[in-house]
């Protein structure tokens, strides 16, 4: 078992920045993929990028140039840059975490306990 814990969430003003940080303990040798997931009120959850223990990366179209993804291997850690920050991106957020693509994207084995985002002037 995996265990995830989500760190950076909070209020920001429009165009504004967070770093979101999502530290894993447990099983760790058993994920390769960790990921960001978002749910809005009325909205489907979205998966918003996800970064492989290779560095490989991809992003939704709704964060592309706005938000970095990244990992720190020896800390067991994914974070998310989250960048010119819009009203609608407000969200919980949710890390996740599995041993491939096809999983993260489907139903992941990990989830953590979401952090609030809110975007708001």
């Known amino acids: 078992q995996v265990q995830l814990v989500e760190s950076g969430g909070g209020l920001v003003q429009p165009g504004g920045s967070l770093r979101l940080s999502c530290a894993a303990s447990?099983?760790?040798?058993?994920?390769?993929?960790m990921g960001w997931y978002r749910q809005a009120p009325g909205k489907e959850r979205e998966l918003v990028a996800a970064?492989?223990?290779?560095?490989?990366?991809n992003y939704a179209d709704s964060v592309k140039g706005r938000f970095t993804i990244s990992r720190d291997n020896a800390k067991n850690t994914v974070y998310l840059q989250m960048n010119s920050l819009k009203p609608e991106d407000t969200a919980v957020y949710y890390c996740?975490?599995?041993?491939?693509?096809?999983?993260?994207?489907?139903?992941?084995?990990?989830w953590g306990q979401g952090t609030q985002v809110t975007v708001s002037s």
């Open positions: 996740a975490a599995d041993y491939d693509w096809d999983k993260l994207r489907s139903s992941p084995n990990s």
């Open positions: 447990g099983a760790i040798f058993s994920i390769n993929v």
């Open positions: 970064i492989t223990s290779g560095g490989g990366t």
